[in-house]
């Protein structure tokens, strides 16, 4: 019993923080994904014995946190995918030059079609392949890479424009 | 390497890089500038993903499954103790069972074992020993009286008799000794009113509350023995 508690705390501490950002991502909203991660390592106790090879946690976890997710929508229908730009509260007026710049990708990303976004976050947070995507997913290793592909140009092209824009609304 | 085929890779997966690209990096001055864009972008990528975590997530987590799971515990411990407790209960009837039930289908059966078990603290030859008087205060719990020592009573002694207390005579036969049983009347074990095996015999006979039987070899004339008991015995009640 010892050892299960041990192993489940050293899950909790290596990866609440990738699995609470990878909520954060898929729902946009930080109490929700606070409640998916808490679901999803109470689901992670209870099966935590079917879980062998511990390099494949973070993407067990994953596919706990998706399903949960996706049980959310089963339950109730929030209209979530239009993105409210009042969820995004990050940034306070002190902010730095630097936070300011976060803020401003981040609503980029947030923004971004779900499809895309959801690869690029798996890949950046997650630090997953993509053929680790793809299997997280069930897509083959081509459409995630097309995605990746996409989700990155949309973004690059993003930061090409903007500098000026921000300028503007900074200044 | 084409440019194309350079910007997809480089855009899908930055952070893979083959000799192949790394190659063309170096190759081009174009796509170096290109890549080096790219680090930034991805740094910046980075950080606004890293959104901050609520630093008491990892603790509420351990907390909220010590909980969930100590609840488990507790059935657990439930179902565990209701458990042990009925193994405790069946192997307490089945030691009582075994302990206290009669291995012996009837009378006939229990007398010759217990006679055959103790042959060998007896010989025809002894002398006999006991008086009628000494007798008949043993016999004094089966509430009856002898009027005679029937033959000579080698030993008169309480025997435990399937589980009831007994009054064992021996006397001395005419080549073996004879047995004498007088026990209750109980009503666990079958009566049987006449037995043998290979070398011994018996009669049983029923009196109000008491039971007696006569064990002999097989010369023996049992049912005579049988007789002078029923003859010489008065109960008192």
Known sequence: MATKQVRYEALVKALHA????????????????????????????????????????????????????????ERKRFDMSEYEEATISDVKATSSEQEIEN?????????????????????????????????????NKNTVMTRLFRARNQLKEAVDDEPKLRGLHNG | MDDLKFRRSMLAEP????????????????????????????????????IPVPEDLANKLILRQTFASHQQQKRKTRVRLSMAASVALVMGLTVNFMMF?????????????????????????????????????????????????????????????????????????????????????????KFVANFANDKLQGRSLNFNHSNIIVVGDKNEPIKQWQERVSDHITWSI
């Not at chain 2, 890089?17 to 500038?33: E, G, T, V, Y």
């Not at chain 2, 059966?109 to 217990?114: E, K, L, P, S």
């Open chain 2, 101 to 189: 039930s009669n291995t012996y289908k009837n009378l006939g059966d229990y007398a010759i074992a217990h006679v055959n078990y103790e042959a060998s603290h007896f010989s025809n030859n002894d002398q006999p020993r006991v008086t009628l008087a000494s007798l008949n205060e043993k016999m004094a719990t089966f509430k009856g009286s002898f009027d005679s020592t029937l033959g000579n009573l080698i030993f008169a002694d309480y025997c435990r008799f399937n589980g009831s207390n007994s009054l064992h005579l021996v006397f001395q036969g005419q080549s073996s000794p004879v047995n004498i049983f007088i026990l209750p009347d109980d009503k666990d074990i």
């Open chain 1, 103 to 139: 803020y401003w990708l981040r609503e980029k990303i947030a923004k971004m079609p779900e499809e895309y976004r959801e690869p690029l976050v798996l890949q950046v947070i997650g630090g997953f392949s993509g053929e680790e995507i793809a299997g997280i997913l069930s897509l």
């Open chain 1, 18 to 73: 990738d699995l609470y950002r990878y909520g954060y991502w898929l729902c946009h909203d930080k109490h929700i994904a606070e409640d998916l991660v808490q679901e999803t390592f109470l689901r992670a106790w209870r099966a935590l014995d079917s879980l062998k090879d511990e390099k494949a946690a973070k993407s067990w976890l994953i596919t706990i946190l998706r399903r949960e997710n996706a049980r959310r929508f």
């Open chain 2, 15 to 50: 952070n893979n890089r083959d000799d192949a690209i790394k190659a063309a990096i170096k190759s081009d001055s174009a796509k170096q500038k290109f890549s080096q864009e790219l680090d930034t972008l991805e740094h910046k990528i980075a950080q606004a993903m890293h």
